[in-house]
C-alpha cells in the first residue's frame, strides 16, 4: 500500500522487484534513496528484550554460542551481540560496498548521508559521499538481493552451515522460512538430532519441525516476552538450579 516499505514515488512494488541487482543497475538513485530512508527507520529503533536476551544467553555459552540472523538493520550488533559470533547473513542495511565488485568493503555507509525522507532524492553531494573509496565507482547497499545467491565472503552461507552440523540446540525466532538459508539451517540439525525450538506467534514450519523430532518445543509468543524467558531457564540450568524449580518458558 501507499504507506509501505516497498515503494517509491508514486509506484508500489512487490518486494521480488525493488529488492533486486535488476533494479538497481536500472535505477540505482531510487534504489538508494529507498534504503536510506529504511537506515533512518533502523537507526530510529531501538533493540527490545529479546535482543538483550540473545546477548544474554551469548554470553552463557561464549564460543559455543553462534547467532544466524535474516535482519538487516544492525539492532543485534547495538543490543551487544559480538560481531564475531553474529552471521548476517542477509547483510546490514547501514553498510555498502563497491557495485563493480573491486573488492572494497562491506563499509559503513557515511554519516553525512544519513537517512533519507520518504520521497527525497539523490544529491549530487550524496553520490560523491556514496562512491568507493578505493577504485571511486559507484556502491551499493550491502545487502542480499532477492536476485542474488547466498555466498561466504558476504553472508556467511558456510559458517552458517557449519554451526548447524555441529549444534545440538536451535532456536528459530520470529521467521517465516521464505528464504533459502535459514531452511537448510533448521534441516541439517534436525537431520544431526538436534532439539529444535521455534519461537512465534503463529505454527509454521519451522514448529512443526521442532515438534515432529519429538523433542523439540513450540513457544508461541512475541519474542520480547519469550527469549527473556528462555534465557532465564538456561541461566538457572547453568547455575544448576533443578529444572522444576526454573520456570520453563510458555
Not at 544431526?192 to 525450538?197: E, H, N, P, S, T
Not at 532465564?232 to 533443578?242: D, I, N, P, R
Request: neutral net charge; contains cysteine; proline residues 7%.
Amino acid at each position: 500500500g501507499p504507506e509501505g516499505y516497498w515503494s517509491v514515488g508514486a509506484v508500489e512494488y512487490h518486494p521480488q522487484e525493488m529488492a533486486t541487482l535488476g533494479m538497481f543497475r536500472g535505477t540505482p538513485d531510487e534504489v538508494w534513496v529507498w534504503y536510506l530512508y529504511r537506515l533512518g527507520v533502523c537507526r530510529a529503533a531501538a533493540p527490545n528484550p529479546g535482543h538483550h536476551a540473545l546477548v544474554q544467553i551469548e554470553r552463557l555459552f561464549g564460543d559455543r554460542f553462534t547467532l544466524i540472523t535474516q535482519n538487516v538493520d544492525g539492532l543485534h550488533l547495538r543490543a551487544g551481540s559480538s560481531p564475531a559470533r553474529t552471521l548476517q547473513i542477509h547483510g546490514n542495511v547501514f553498510l555498502m560496498r563497491c557495485a563493480e565488485e573491486c573488492g572494497k568493503g562491506p563499509l559503513p555507509i557515511p554519516a553525512a548521508v544519513g537517512g533519507k525522507a520518504r520521497g527525497a532524492k539523490l544529491t549530487a553531494a550524496d553520490r560523491e559521499l556514496l562512491r568507493c573509496p578505493q577504485c571511486g565507482g559507484a556502491t551499493r547497499p550491502h545487502v542480499l538481493w532477492f536476485d542474488e545467491c547466498y555466498d561466504e565472503a558476504y553472508y556467511r552461507f558456510e559458517s552458517a552451515l557449519r554451526a548447524a552440523g555441529s549444534t545440538d540446540l536451535l532456536i528459530t525466532v520470529g521467521t517465516s522460512g521464505s528464504t533459502n538459508l535459514p531452511n537448510q539451517v533448521a534441516q541439517v540439525v534436525h537431520r544431526g538430532g538436534g532439539i529444535l525450538v521455534d519461537v512465534n506467534l503463529e505454527a509454521n514450519q519451522f514448529s512443526r519441525l521442532a515438534l515432529a523430532g519429538g523433542r523439540g518445543f513450540f513457544c508461541r509468543g512475541p519474542s520480547g516476552r519469550v527469549l527473556p524467558e528462555i534465557a532465564e531457564t538456561l541461566q538457572a540450568g547453568a547455575a544448576g538450579v533443578k529444572p522444576e524449580a526454573a520456570r520453563p518458558p510458555h
